[in-house]
């Protein structure tokens, strides 16, 4: 079941955050990029009404979900 485009995977508060996300998932295989409407960094305050979004490709939507999901479960000292 594919669609057209990128899907949100998540949306947070920091391009830091979205960056470590990302790689998380591209250590899994799973190709993800990093998506901030903020014009370019002239506007930061923008990624703090719209968030930063983690895209990934339609077919890897549910595993990186899944992924995100289990990292997040884990204790800080786990990691």
């Known amino acids: ?3 057209d485009g990128p899907v949100a995977v998540a949306v947070v508060g ?3 955050e979205a960056q470590l996300i ?3 998932l591209q ?6 990029l990093v998506s ?5 960094g002239w506007e930061p305050q923008l990624r703090q009404s719209q968030g930063v979004r983690v895209l ?4 890897d939507a549910e ?15 786990d990691r």
């Open 1 to 3: 079941m594919s669609t």
């Open 63 to 77: 595993q990186a979900r899944e992924l995100i999901e289990s990292a997040d479960d884990q204790p800080a000292d």
């Open 14 to 16: 920091s391009i830091v």
């Open 27 to 32: 250590s899994y295989g799973i190709r993800a």
């Open 56 to 59: 990934v490709r339609a077919d």
């Open 22 to 24: 990302a790689g998380m």
């Open 36 to 40: 901030a409407d903020d014009v370019g």
